[in-house]
Every structure is written in structure tokens, then in C-alpha cells.
């Protein structure tokens, strides 16, 4: 395991997808994210730890640009993120995002919850995008639930169609905002295995989240964030089980 030292040189081999190089945000005088370097390849699946206000929440808004940031640099496939317009609606389809909350249209059925956006955003005919969406419904399990609406769903299901709405968009990196936190605990075994078959499938993924089980079974690499900076990363074997700072060892000890 590493501890990180600024070294973007270090962390940009490879075939990079997303880098952020030397990202600093601010908010007031809360230094919410600090010299963060961090370089995920394509099909990798990085796994964000932290404790509670380390800014792991900020990190991921900032890769979809739903942030802006400070100091520093992200680049999603070689290029910097747009900053506005057209170009700006692309990358919110290119980086799919999942949040705590289902943040699914109530007053629209399962169906066109995952529709809406291929038809509005990539001109997909109606169709066409039915067929996908029924698809995707039907790897996520709740294909039955297609004409429903939000509320009529548990969370659980709610949750996979969320995952479902964001494919749909055929993203290139999907983020993961501790996607599992306000499920009930029987529901949250059938979203993470969507979350591993997508990650078997080749997704890069960057996921918040302290799922230890799935950390396990789908991270390449574990990120451990604290006040602002990545103060350690490793594979989840080495964090898990030898996590070199004290602050690491700190918080694993009130999870686990
Ligand atoms: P995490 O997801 O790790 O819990 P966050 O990224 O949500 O952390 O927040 C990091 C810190 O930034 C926290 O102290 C939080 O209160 C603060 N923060 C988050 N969003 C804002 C905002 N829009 N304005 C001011 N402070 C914020
Ligand atoms: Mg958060």
C-alpha cells in the first residue's frame, strides 16, 4: 500500500479515463478537497472510504461537473470537462450517476423514467429507446414494474431503476454516491449485485460507499479519504487488512 505523496505521474499510467490532477475546492474557508490525484482506468472499479464530511460526496459531484472546482484539472477520456452548454449535457450522459437518494420522476412511470433521457438528451426514437429501457429493466430485475410508478416500488427497486436510468444513457464511468445508505438492510444485497455483474461487465465504476462485501468482491483499488485529501489507497485485501494511518485504522475500527 502507498501512502499518497502529489505525484500525478504516478497515478496517470495506463489507460486512463478519468484523471484529476491536483484538484483543490474550496468552500468558504472549508478546504473541502485537497490536492486530490487520482487517475482511474477504464474497467476499473475504485471504491471511496471515508468518514462522514471527508468530501466524498464533493469528489464525485465535482467528476460531473455538478461542482466546480478551484485548482486543478479533471479530464474525462484525454479531455477537460465542458464547463457549460451542449457539451456539458453530454458529459452528464457520459458520466452516469447514482445517489443515496433514488432521485427517480415521480409523476413519470418506471419505463419513462429510463426513456426519458435517451429520447431528450441522445435522440433516440421512442421506440427504440422502449426496447433498450425494457432491456435494462430486465437485467436489474424490475421489468415487471415497468408501467408503475416510483412510490408503488420499494426502495431496493427504486434503487436498481435509478441504476437502470443512468445505462440507459450508455454512460462511460458510472459514480456511485453511497447508493445502498437508505435501504432497508434486506434490499441492500439485490442493488450491490447489480453493481458487481455491472462491474464483471467491464464498467468503470468509482463508488462511495462502506460496503465492505462489495469492496471485496468488485474493487480494484480502495481510496481512503479524510478531511478533504486521499490519505491512503490500496487494494481492499491490503486496506482492509493492514491499513497503514492511523487515521484509516481509526475509522475501519468504528465500521467493522
Ligand atoms: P462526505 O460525502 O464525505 O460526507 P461531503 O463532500 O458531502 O462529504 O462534504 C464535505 C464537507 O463539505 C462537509 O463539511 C460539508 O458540510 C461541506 N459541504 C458540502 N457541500 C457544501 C456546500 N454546498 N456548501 C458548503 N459546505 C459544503
Ligand atoms: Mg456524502
Known amino acids: 500500500m502507498t501512502t499518497l505523496e502529489s505525484d500525478p505521474a504516478a497515478t496517470t499510467q ?16 472549508l478546504h473541502v478537497l485537497q490536492d486530490i490525484n487520482i487517475s482511474v482506468r477504464r474497467g476499473e472499479v475504485v471504491v471511496v472510504i471515508g468518514p462522514s464530511g471527508s468530501g466524498k460526496s464533493t469528489l464525485c459531484r465535482a467528476i460531473n461537473r455538478l461542482e ?19 457539451a456539458l449535457a ?25 426513456t426519458l433521457g435517451p429520447i431528450k438528451v441522445r435522440g433516440i426514437g421512442k421506440q427504440e429507446a422502449e426496447k433498450s429501457a425494457m432491456q435494462l429493466l430486465e437485467r436489474v430485475g424490475v421489468a415487471q414494474q415497468a408501467n408503475k410508478y416510483p ?22 464511468l458510472m459514480l456511485f454516491d453511497e447508493p445502498t445508505s437508505a435501504l432497508d438492510p434486506e434490499m441492500i444485497k439485490e442493488v450491490l449485485d447489480v ?7 467491464g464498467m468503470t465504476m468509482i463508488v462511495v460507499t462502506h460496503e465492505m462485501g462489495f469492496a471485496r468482491t468488485a ?22 487488512t493492514n491499513p497503514e494511518t492511523a487515521r484509516a485504522r481509526d475509522f475501519l475500527d468504528k465500521i467493522l
Open 14 to 29: 495506463g489507460d486512463a479515463l478519468v484523471v484529476l490532477d491536483h484538484v483543490d475546492k474550496w468552500f468558504g474557508d
Open 90 to 114: 453530454n458529459l452528464r450522459a457520459e458520466v452516469g450517476m447514482v445517489f443515496q437518494s433514488f432521485n427517480l420522476f415521480a409523476h413519470k412511470t418506471i419505463l419513462q423514467n429510463v
Open 151 to 172: 412510490a408503488q416500488l420499494s426502495g431496493g427497486q427504486q434503487q436498481r431503476v435509478a441504476i437502470a436510468r443512468a445505462l440507459a444513457m450508455e454512460p462511460k
Open 219 to 240: 474493487a480494484d483499488r480502495v481510496l481512503f479519504m479524510s478531511d478533504g485529501a486521499v490519505v491512503e489507497e490500496g487494494t481492499p485485501e491490503q486496506f482492509f
Open 68 to 86: 466546480t472546482i478551484d485548482k486543478g484539472s479533471i479530464s474525462l477520456d484525454g479531455k477537460p470537462l465542458p464547463q457549460e452548454g451542449k
Open 195 to 201: 453493481m458487481v455483474d455491472l462491474a464483471r461487465r
